[in-house]
């Protein structure tokens, strides 16, 4: 079954940078799709950037330019980089994974979640 293990959250100076990892396992390796998503305090669950398995990207509007997604495949992990962090987001992080899934559909709800990792920027 699919596992996702995030890790890399913490405490940023606004305008900092964070980088957040995931080791993803336990799914087919064609047509799926790996994202980051967030949750703040009293708010619901938002996309932030999906990667598919031909390695194409998107992001939502609120990140681009400031947010990264990549994967490195022989290492099975995902990486968000953040950087000119703003308070707004501070947010639980999520890892989530789709099958049968594009980037160019954009991000929506994904089947399966990790943990969460708790990004905080003040």
């Known amino acids: 079954h699919v596992q996702l293990v995030e890790s890399g959250g913490g405490s940023v100076q606004t305008g900092g940078s964070l980088t957040l990892s995931c080791v993803a396992s336990g799914f087919r390796e064609r047509h799926y799709c790996l994202g980051w998503f967030r949750q703040a305090p009293g708010k619901e669950r938002e996309g932030v950037a999906a990667?598919?398995?031909?390695?194409?990207?998107t992001y939502a509007d609120s990140v681009k330019g400031r947010f990264t997604i990549s994967r490195d495949s022989a290492k099975g992990t995902l990486y968000l980089q953040m950087s000119s962090l703003k308070p707004e987001d501070t947010a639980i992080y999520y890892c989530?994974?789709?099958?049968?899934?594009?980037?160019?559909?954009?991000?929506?709800?994904?089947?399966?979640y990790g943990q969460g990792t708790q990004v905080t920027v003040s």
């Open positions: 990667l598919d398995s031909d390695g194409e990207t």
């Open positions: 989530a994974h789709e099958f049968l899934c594009t980037a160019v559909q954009g991000i929506f709800p994904y089947s399966d």
